[in-house]
């Protein structure tokens, strides 16, 4: 048994320091299409090429991600804002704009206005206190001139734009 530890809140407070990278993450499993918002993708390896990423146990999408065995995860620039704000707000049809959204040829839901996305095959799920973490095969990706493009991350329960000014060495 784990000791008590911090408190959610002193917990959330010492994250909201830490930076990440937003990414959407979409899949269906059957039911129709669901997409998410994390910041919580990292790579796990090249060779295999693995990911890893988790979902909240609260998440309306949970369930449909958690059954899916192949999904897309996007990683987003500051451009998408707009898809960021929309997977990660409640209660609303996230698909509902069919101009914004198409399937790929495999069947999985994906936002082609995205620079990167990856499609792949959930290779494991491992349940951590009330989240879900997913490990991913990289099947496939596609990456649009990611030069010209502003990373999109998440800081202090807000969204940022990484940019050149915020390189610190050279």
């Known amino acids: 048994m784990l000791d008590s530890g911090l408190s959610p809140e002193d917990f959330k407070l010492a994250f909201r320091h830490h930076a990440a990278g937003v990414a959407v993450i979409t899949a269906d499993a059957g039911d129709g299409p669901v997409g998410i918002t994390v910041s919580s993708v990292f790579s796990v390896s ?9 979902i909240s146990g609260r998440s ?10 192949t999904l897309v995860i996007h990683l987003l620039s500051a451009q998408q804002l707009n898809i960021a704000r929309l ?10 704009d069919t101009s914004i959204w198409s399937r790929l040829p495999t069947g999985e839901p994906h936002f082609p206005g995205v620079p990167v996305w990856i499609r792949g095959r959930v ?15 990289a099947l496939e990706s596609v990456h649009a001139d990611i030069q010209t493009e502003t990373p999109l991350v998440y800081h202090n329960r807000s969204w940022h734009a990484l940019g050149d000014a915020s390189q610190l060495d050279g």
Do not use: K, W
């Open 46 to 54: 090249a060779e295999p090429p693995l990911m890893v990423f988790s």
């Open 123 to 137: 290779i494991n799920r491992m349940e951590a206190g009330d989240s879900t973490v997913i490990a991913v095969h």
């Open 60 to 69: 309306f999408s949970a369930p449909t991600i958690r059954r899916a065995e």
């Open 87 to 96: 997977c990660s707000t409640s209660g609303i049809d996230r698909f509902a």
